[in-house]
């Protein structure tokens, strides 16, 4: 069984900032791409941040300059530093990897969310 636990979510004001931490744990063998979603209200779920294992990094435009994606491999554990918040970015962010618990198949693992809420 594989979890991916985020964290570090919460009611902010805009201009402000947050980090958001997800950790996996359970029987993985690898991790491939890790990445940050989000979906607000009446949207489609977005990708916001997608970071390799090698370290290569990838931004939506909205939040290019403002967000930060990294990762520690040995932690198994993904951040994203959001600043320069604005009411826009308030969704419900959701951690996702893709990894392989015995090198066969590879499949997208989901945390299950975390609050942002970003105040005018």
């Known amino acids: 069984q594989v979890q991916l636990v985020e964290s570090g979510g919460g009611l902010v004001q805009a201009g402000g900032s947050l980090r958001l931490s997800c950790a996996a744990s359970?029987?993985?063998?690898?991790?491939?791409?890790m990445g940050w979603y989000r979906q607000a209200p009446g949207k489609q779920r977005e990708l916001v941040a997608q970071i390799t294992n090698g370290g290569t990094t990838n931004y939506t435009d909205s939040v290019k300059g403002r967000f930060t994606i990294s990762r520690d491999n040995a932690k198994n554990t993904v951040y994203l530093q959001m600043s320069s918040l604005r009411p826009e970015d308030t969704a419900v962010y959701y951690c996702?990897?893709?990894?392989?618990?015995?090198?066969?198949?590879?499949?997208?693992?989901w945390g299950q969310g975390t609050q942002v809420t970003v105040s005018s």
């Open positions: 996702n990897a893709y990894l392989t618990r015995t090198t066969i198949r590879w499949e997208y693992s």
């Open positions: 359970g029987s993985i063998f690898a991790i491939g791409n």
